[in-house]
């Protein structure tokens, strides 16, 4: 279904409305990279489709010239799948946040993982409620205080990499809404592959929990406290490139290349293909500041799609099937003449 | 087949089976129900079993009950009360004796009248022989030692022999009602092909149930000849079926797939299994993880092209209330069965109730209206759940059809339509780079918008659960256009009037009494009218399968009687609803609510006091 007449352009597509995202929030720098990535995949226009729920950065579809269907709270994950089911031609994408996804809409998102429906969740955690004005959502960290936890949260956070993990997600990564560059593309590489793709994005909300991140973009430290990966290399990071991931008595650890006779060689190799997902869980669960945060393709596995199997077995149903009209169906089984 | 005895001939008569729920009796019932169905006979079923899934055995709690209608003429409800019990413990008697006409036959297995099964039922002593069994025609059949005596020589486990004991009582019923064996027989071979001992087994004590019954020179047959209805191929269908089958054929006429979305719920989910079976007519099903992703899913694949269908009962429902404002909102073409069982919350799972009617017209947030159709009879279940469809499509909305326990589980007759007979479905889908084309842009006749399905080049567009700007559909925060769509959405429903029919009254156009129903109560109040009339009183039956927006003759249809009863079984929500629309016109009820149907003779009984009361005017 390629339009070859007319190379797709970010102008394309941009709607009429104007983003209403507040100057600074990290949500512009994400539609900017996600636009850049679609026109890379060479899919024509009028198959894109915007799913959303509430929250703020469900806003999203109003200002893609694409199909677009801003749900209600925490059901994107459901409407997308029905999207997809129904016409899997389509190239569907979610775009949720923490308490869309994974307060309200829990529920949809890890089923619509387990079943692996073949479209693109792309999740904004800024760990607060901006919409709602500053409340705690369930990445928080436990001790925030918000609105509604005044003396700080008594409630550990879920953190998204495990949830996906855990609900045999196939397609895991993680980007940083200030990095368009790495966004970019991850988003490209989610929508080539072939399984529901969770991006986890750490979205800054220059409102109501501002720099949350802030260590990891710290101009001088970011190198130091993140790790971008990538397939078949080894896991290398800081300033001066002397820092890695091994693996010791099953547990990943953080060491300095040149000590203690530790070589580039004893360093773990990033294998994003392995279908076994504990190297995985334990790399997305690496947190600051014992470990660096993985940015990057933390797991990305092949497998068959939900959508695919539904309508490749309604064909080999159909192929083979007695009853071909409404007519064979209702003379089918018992009937009589009176 | 060989009859000695004197044959009875019957116009109809009424058969229960009754026992353990792991008994078969469901099974019983229904190979009875088929083989007097092939033999030419009209009919209509309903099953009544507890919710638990194994109630302790021996006890009230655990007794299933099928009951079937047999007639030589079209018969309209399962029955009130049985000429024929068919009692395999004493706990199914207990259950089921006030349901036996006076005089009736009760068939019981004396084998598990001992003293655990008779405390079990809760009776003090064996009934056998009491006084308030001195009405009925009691047959006393050893049912359990007769079915171990048959197989002696067959190499079966016990557990299995026991299990052929409802074909013994099956095969009395067969010789007491002169039908074959041949279509159970048959059913035998296909159930287990791999297991000929179970086939023999089968068959050699369902024979020997007819052979006893035969020679006990207890009973008298009866015969009931082959039914004078209109001529055409039959088949029996029950109500979910029929909605299953109703949206398929829909999706035919309109040139669509139909889309099913929704989380197992007693009594909807036969319409769910039903559908998942139909891939090879392109319909896919979705067996959600919740109601909410039922509705959703659906709502997707109607944005996408479907023939979006989601199926529950009450609770569901409510669970779905905010994904239909969002139907609403986004005015897509689904349709949404409530299959109606008792309530509130779980409340009674298997039983019948219609008191979901003001959640269907108005539980949800906001001015939100939809169409609400209600299907009254087994096989009209079809009917309604096409119309419900052509609406939804045509419109642009969505539609709520409304069932319940009775439709869903009962079985009738039907004769089996030609799609060729059923119209055309229209949907508004428009075409690649339509010019000058709007989301919200919308035809004058019916209000309904156009159906733009992603993929359509030219035509890319947002919806969502925002206000919509009347023409573009992007995010309007307009005071006035709010209001401007509120009444646009409402209009859209009403409109629908135009294309539904007038609301027929069958008996005479005027007279001293309407009857009023809605939804599955038809069979029973259309059986209480004609017998009223054929005793010479001026009584007429409205029954109502449009509910939103009502038929427009509705009015001129009630301003013809002098007293007017609206018969529902709830509290009286259909009465008040039509006190709010027809404000000057004086309703009268007659309600129960009792996770059961009405019957003719409660029915009867209550028209009656009020047809007869001369200060009620």
Known sequence: MSDTTHKLTVKDLKSDQDARWCPGCGDHAVMNAIQRALIELDIPKEDFVFVSGIGCSSRFPYYMDTYGFHGIHGRASAIATGIKIANPELSVWQITGDGDALAIGGNHFIHTIRRNVDINIILFNNQIYGLTKGQYSPTSFKGLVTKTS?????????????????????????????????????????????????????????????????????????????????????????????????????????????????????ILVHNAKEINPGIHLMIANMHYPDYPVALGIIRSVDAQTYDYDVNHQMEEIRAKAKIKCVDDLLNSGNTWEL | MNKKTKVVERDEMVIRFSGDSGDGMQLTGTLFSNTAALFGNYMSTFPDYPSEIRAPSGTVGGVSGFQVHVGHSKVKTPGDLADVLVSMNPAALKANTKWVKQGGVIILDVDNFDEKGIKKAGYDSNPIGKEFLDSFMVVEAPITSLTKEALKDIDLDRKSILRTKNMFALGMVYWLFGKSLDYTENFFKEKFRNKPMVIEANKKVLKAGYYYAETMEALCPYNISRAEVKKGRYRNINGNTAIAWGVLAAAEKAGLNVYVGSYPITPATGILEDVALRRDLGAITFQAEDEIAGICTTIGASFAGKLGVTTTSGPGLALKSEAIGLAVMTELPIVIVNVQRGGPSTGLPTKTEQADLWQVLYGRHGECPVVVLAASTPSNCFKYAFEAAKIALEHMTPVILMS??????????????????????????????????????????????????????????????????????????????????????????????????????????????????????????????????????????????????????????????????????????????????????KFNQYNKIQGLPFTVIELKKNINKILEDKSNV
């Open chain 1, 150 to 266: 005044p003396y700080g949260t008594v409630e550990e956070p879920f953190h998204p990499g495990e949830l996906v993990i855990g609900a045999q997600g196939k397609f895991f990564a993680r980007t940083i809404d200030s990095n368009v560059k790495l966004s970019t593309e991850i988003y490209i590489e989610a929508g080539r592959h072939n399984s529901t793709s969770v991006v986890e994005v750490l979205q800054n909300c220059v409102i109501y929990n501002d720099k949350i991140y802030g260590y990891l973009t710290d101009k001088d430290e970011k190198e130091n406290r993140q790790i971008i990966l990538h397939h078949n290399e080894p896991m290398i990071f800081g300033k001066d490139s002397d820092k890695g991931i091994i693996c010791k008595d099953n547990k990943l650890k953080v060491v300095n290349i040149g000590e203690n006779g530790i070589t580039k060689d004893d």
């Open chain 2, 404 to 585: 319940d326990g009775f439709l869903a589980n009962g079985t009738e007759s039907w004769r089996i339509p030609k799609m060729a007979d059923y119209p055309d479905i229209k949907p508004p889908i428009v075409k690649e780079d339509t010019k000058n084309w709007e989301p919200y842009k919308r035809d004058n006749k019916r209000l309904a918008r156009t159906w733009a399905l992603p993929g359509t080049k030219g035509l890319e567009h947002r919806i969502g659960g925002l206000e919509k700007d009347a023409l573009t559909g992007n995010v309007s925060h307009d005071p006035e256009n709010h209001e401007k769509m509120i009444r646009i959405r409402d209009e859209k429903v009403e409109k629908v009037v135009n294309f539904i029919p007038d609301l027929e009254v069958e008996g005479g156009k005027e007279g001293d009494l309407l009857v009023v129903g809605w939804g599955g109560t038809y069979g029973h109040l259309i059986t209480v009218v004609n017998e009223l009339r054929e005793e010479g009183k001026k009584v007429s039956l409205a029954h109502f399968n449009y509910i939103r927006p009502l038929p427009r003759n509705t009015r001129d249809v009630f301003r013809k009687f002098k007293k007017i009863v609206v018969c529902e079984l709830n509290l009286g929500q259909f009465a008040d609803y039509l006190r709010m629309k027809y404000q000057e016109i």
